[in-house]
């Protein structure tokens, strides 16, 4: 029980690290292009624009929802949540310790790499819920590109496949721990 609460609060500062990361990344991400370019960057929320991510995330909060006319409304709205769904659904299978995972499938890689695919189809979606043929052809171009990045990665994935003989991930990473992918 103490190995199953040490691993959920593991998992929890994990989990908040990941998610209050980026605001200090993108600050810093403009102070520096700022300096780069010879000027302050951020400055006027909070001291030297610490809160400037905080700020950007209350405005886009209160932005005004555009639905094109003559968009297929649900779909139009289904498919940032598809794009979404498809890359926190990849978490499901990765291990975060020794026998902490939320599910442990036998084919863990091949599934990393089918519900990772949802963000293509999602792109596609949004373009064809749009009813323009311009936002059509670009979400086909960046579904394209999206897949045509996903064929080298499953290459890659397969070479490890091959060395470790298996799809699980808890295997891989034992593989790794006994120096097998070395």
């Known amino acids: 029980m103490a190995a199953v609460v040490a691993a959920a609060i593991g998992v929890g500062v994990t989990v908040f690290v990941v998610a209050q990361l980026p605001i200090f990344l993108i600050w810093f991400e403009r102070k520096v292009a700022a300096h780069t ?3 302050l960057g951020p ?8 809160l400037q991510s905080f700020a950007d995330g209350i405005k886009l909060v209160f932005k005004e929802d555009i639905i094109p006319k003559g968009a297929d409304q649900f779909l139009f709205k289904l498919a940032p949540f598809l794009v979404v769904m498809g890359a926190f659904s990849a978490f499901a299978v990765i291990p975060w310790g020794d026998g902490l995972v939320v599910s442990d499938l ?5 599934y990393v790499i089918a519900i990772s695919s ?10 064809w ?7 059509l052809y670009g979400g086909m171009r960046s579904a394209a590109q999206m897949v045509s990045y996903e064929i080298p990665t499953a290459i890659v994935i397969l070479s490890v496949v091959a060395q470790v003989e298996s799809l699980n991930l808890q295997d891989v990473i034992s593989a790794q721990a006994d ?3 070395g």
């Open 118 to 127: 949802f963000g293509a189809i999602g792109l596609l979606m949004a373009g």
């Open 106 to 110: 036998n084919i863990g890689l091949l």
């Open 37 to 39: 370019q010879d000027r």
């Open 43 to 50: 400055m006027r929320v909070g001291w030297h624009g610490v």
């Open 129 to 135: 819920a749009s009813n323009n043929k311009y936002a």
């Open 179 to 181: 120096g097998l992918l």
